[in-house]
């Protein structure tokens, strides 16, 4: 069942049928110290440009710059995913305009809240979400 393109639902815990084709990038990595920033990451697959928990980093340009670097615009971003929902995992969701955002229990997009549980969702061939613990979504990626 896909979703409005939100990704389709396939219902099993068995990850060998993932694609081998997507592209993994850790835009930042993350600490916890005296400050706090979260790890950003950037999946490509497709015609998909996901970036997973742009949360916070010590400037925009933390997570910008990386993206330039890799020829990547905010504008190609197609899809943001969280891991959860505190602060250092997302900030900065805006800068990333008006797409969809994937958590463990909805897909939000402008003012729709489109109930429904990340396990099994596939976003593409090569990248599916995973529920974990229902309050927190992991993601697998195939490359």
């Not at 929902?85 to 994937?102: K, M, Q, R, S, Y």
């Not at 809240?113 to 990626?141: F, I, Q």
Request: aromatic content about 6%.
């Amino acid at each position: 069942m896909d979703t409005d393109g939100y990704g389709e639902v396939v219902a099993t815990d068995d990850l060998s049928g993932l694609a081998r084709t997507a592209r993994l990038d850790v835009l930042f990595t993350g600490y916890a110290a005296d400050r706090v920033a979260g790890t950003v990451s950037l999946i490509r697959d497709g015609d998909r440009v996901i970036v997973v928990d742009p949360g916070m980093v010590p400037a925009r340009a933390a997570i910008l710059d990386p993206l330039e670097q890799l020829g990547v615009s905010p504008g190609d971003v197609t899809d943001v995913v969280l891991s959860h929902h505190h602060p250092d995992h997302t900030v900065n969701i805006a800068l990333f305009g008006e797409i969809p955002v994937h958590d463990f229990q909805a897909v939000y997009h402008r003012d729709s809240w489109d109930a429904r549980a990340a396990d099994g969702v596939h976003l593409t061939p090569s990248v599916r979400l995973l529920g974990v613990l229902t309050t927190k979504v992991r993601y697998a990626v195939g490359w």
